[in-house]
């Protein structure tokens, strides 16, 4: 077995498998889930879950490779794109229901280009001119340099007449259209319509031999230039766009041998954001949502516990590796119990216990060990308990920790609420456990500190109950229900999360504790003296 420091652990971003030299490692790595096969199927629109737990992965994944007659690509929301919608909106004076037009056009030209840009065997021929008018018109329009990104594809729709104008000049001239159609700059709305029609006349001109997805990835993080509400409007219209791709215009092809359809990336609260009809339907019917949950007990059967062993199994020799079952590799490298009152739990245990059950929070906290090995000597076989406990691993991992909540809270909230957040938990005198009653006080004496702040930032700060299920939402506390009998249960909201509750509830009138990873990074744990000035 490899010794700790040649281990390659991998990325915390899943976009950097991507990249040629990468793509071996993650298929070495990547454990298949039944949600894999789930996420193929014509019905689902919206991969959904929180951040870490895996979704531009799956996405990679399927991009890398053709998986069960399916072709994938991905496609990233960048903070340049974003702007331009911006820009769009203030010289176009959009509404919401243009931003949906816009992106119907933007997806179907990427669809279209990765259409062209595969082999003819890949699908087979009806009627071609159509399509082949179309891209006439988009080579005229980009001078023959069309790179398939989203950023390019904006263009076409913001000189809109001269995409339409092209697509005109282009089918008349194909014999595919008999009339010349006159467009116009004011009319953005109906070039767009056009454009849009023309591309799904093109679309029942071909007959596709593999499945096809598109992947849009990006929207988890809205840039802090851009205001809420225009982001909003922006992936509202994404999301209306999907939704009517997928359900209105693809199933209405006829005799498809294969299909093809757009799937968004999404954090449960931004797809509670999306204002869809039905909208808890279509998360059961029309999404995956990413689940890693398991139980101590039960944790070796696990797929996260899986996806961490094949990690370590990975790097080892093929004659090594032919030898190793599940749990060899984990056992190997993590030897060590966790002694408590009851008993002894395994090393995985303890892992779990400082994190959300995200396979990016399991690798994070081994890559961090890995780091923190000394680098004089001959570099160990095996982990020992002294590294899991090393204060530095132990601080470098809550910082991590408390860096994907400031992440999170990015997409509701400025700069300065991250900082109110954060300044809540000085008032607790380095307790990680308190009581309803020590929070109604600690909250209190917060909202008296800082009451001039608080005119002016999100109402989740104003009352105790409406902060109290934010860090709740946000899996910085739980709540702990105690049985006639004694026992004890965890109450956190990763855990409770499902398809028909997407939004659990803290209870109120209980005994609160703040996650074990956060108590580095918020002074927790210890109480100190107050300084006499």
């Known amino acids: 077995m490899k010794r700790i420091r040649d281990l390659k652990l991998g990325f915390n971003d899943a976009s950097s498998y991507r990249l040629r030299e990468n793509?071996?490692?993650?298929?070495?790595?990547?454990?298949?889930?039944?949600?894999i096969t789930k996420l193929i199927d014509p019905n689902v629109s919206f991969l959904v879950g929180d951040k870490g737990t895996g979704k531009t992965a799956y996405a990679v994944y399927l991009s890398n490779a053709e998986y069960k007659n399916t072709s994938s690509f991905i496609?990233?929301?960048?903070?340049?794109?974003?702007?331009?919608?911006?820009?769009?909106?203030?010289?176009?004076?959009?509404?919401?229901?243009?931003?949906?037009?816009?992106w119907k056009v933007i997806l179907y030209l990427?669809?279209?280009?990765?259409?062209?840009?595969?082999?003819?065997?890949?699908?087979?021929?009806?009627?071609?001119?159509?399509?082949?008018?179309?891209?006439?018109?988009?080579?005229?329009?980009?001078?023959?340099?069309?790179?398939?990104?989203?950023?390019?594809?904006?263009?076409?729709v913001e000189d809109s007449k001269i995409a339409a104008d092209l697509f005109s000049k282009h089918l008349k001239a194909g014999g595919e259209e008999r009339k010349t159609?006159?467009?116009?700059?004011?009319?953005?709305?109906?070039?767009?319509?056009?454009?849009?029609?023309?591309?799904?006349?093109?679309?029942?001109?071909?007959?596709?031999?593999?499945?096809?997805?598109?992947?849009?990835?990006?929207?988890?993080?809205?840039?802090?230039?851009?205001?809420?509400?225009?982001?909003?409007?922006?992936?509202?219209?994404?999301?209306?766009?999907?939704?009517?791709?997928?359900?209105?215009?693809?199933?209405?092809?006829?005799?498809?041998?294969?299909?093809?359809?757009?799937?968004?990336?999404?954090?449960?609260?931004?797809?509670?954001?999306?204002?869809?009809?039905?909208?808890?339907?279509?998360?059961?019917?029309?999404?995956?949502?990413?689940?890693?949950?398991?139980?101590?007990?039960?944790?070796?059967?696990?797929?996260?516990?899986?996806?961490?062993?094949?990690?370590?199994?990975?790097?080892q020799e093929r004659e090594v590796r032919d030898r190793l079952k599940i749990g060899d590799s984990w056992d190997y490298y993590f030897p060590y119990k966790i002694i408590k009152a009851t008993g002894e739990d395994p090393s995985f245990i303890s892992f779990l216990r400082y994190a959300i059950y995200r396979p990016r929070d399991i690798i994070t906290m081994m890559k961090i060990m890995q780091q923190h090995i000394p680098k004089l000597g001959q570099?160990?076989?095996?982990?020992?308990?002294?590294?899991?406990?090393?204060?530095?691993?132990?601080?470098?991992?809550?910082?991590?920790?408390?860096?994907?909540?400031?992440?999170?809270?990015?997409?509701?909230?400025?700069?300065?609420?991250?900082?109110?957040?954060v300044f809540f938990f000085t008032f607790l005198d380095g307790s990680c456990s308190?009581?309803?009653?020590?929070?109604?006080?600690?909250?209190?004496?917060?909202k008296k500190t800082y009451e001039d702040e608080l005119d002016n930032i999100s109402e989740v700060f104003h009352t105790e109950e409406k902060f109290?299920?934010?860090?709740?939402?946000?899996?910085?506390?739980?709540?702990?229900?105690?049985?006639?009998?004694?026992?004890?249960?965890?109450?956190?909201?990763?855990?409770?999360r499902n398809q028909s509750n997407l939004n659990p509830k803290v209870k109120l009138g209980q005994r609160y504790e703040v996650h074990y990873a956060l108590g580095k990074a918020l002074n927790l744990g210890s109480r100190f003296e107050k300084g006499v000035y």
């Open 23 to 35: 793509k071996k490692m993650f298929e070495n790595f990547f454990v298949r889930t039944d949600d």
């Open 75 to 102: 496609k990233f929301i960048s903070e340049t794109e974003y702007q331009k919608f911006v820009e769009l909106k203030k010289s176009k004076h959009l509404v919401l229901s243009d931003y949906s037009s816009i």
């Open 110 to 156: 990427l669809l279209a280009e990765k259409i062209r840009s595969q082999n003819t065997e890949n699908f087979l021929l009806k009627t071609f001119s159509k399509l082949n008018c179309l891209y006439e018109a988009i080579d005229e329009f980009y001078a023959s340099a069309f790179a398939p990104e989203i950023l390019n594809a904006i263009s076409f």
């Open 181 to 315: 159609v006159e467009f116009s700059e004011q009319r953005m709305q109906i070039n767009l319509f056009y454009i849009q029609k023309k591309f799904e006349e093109a679309f029942r001109s071909i007959k596709l031999k593999k499945n096809m997805i598109l992947f849009i990835d990006g929207i988890d993080v809205r840039p802090s230039f851009l205001s809420q509400m225009d982001y909003l409007e922006c992936i509202k219209g994404l999301a209306s766009a999907i939704w009517s791709m997928n359900n209105d215009f693809f199933p209405s092809l006829k005799d498809p041998i294969g299909r093809m359809k757009v799937v968004l990336l999404a954090r449960p609260d931004i797809f509670n954001s999306f204002g869809l009809q039905n909208q808890n339907a279509k998360l059961i019917d029309n999404s995956v949502l990413l689940n890693w949950h398991t139980t101590y007990p039960e944790h070796r059967g696990s797929k996260i516990f899986e996806i961490a062993d094949k990690i370590l199994k990975s790097q």
């Open 379 to 421: 570099s160990p076989v095996c982990f020992e308990k002294k590294n899991f406990d090393n204060a530095q691993v132990k601080r470098a991992y809550s910082a991590y920790f408390l860096g994907e909540i400031k992440d999170y809270m990015s997409f509701y909230y400025e700069l300065n609420e991250y900082d109110l957040f």
């Open 434 to 446: 308190f009581t309803y009653d020590v929070y109604l006080e600690v909250f209190e004496k917060f």
């Open 468 to 496: 109290l299920q934010f860090l709740y939402e946000l899996n910085v506390i739980n709540y702990i229900q105690t049985t006639y009998d004694g026992k004890l249960f965890f109450n956190w909201c990763f855990k409770d």
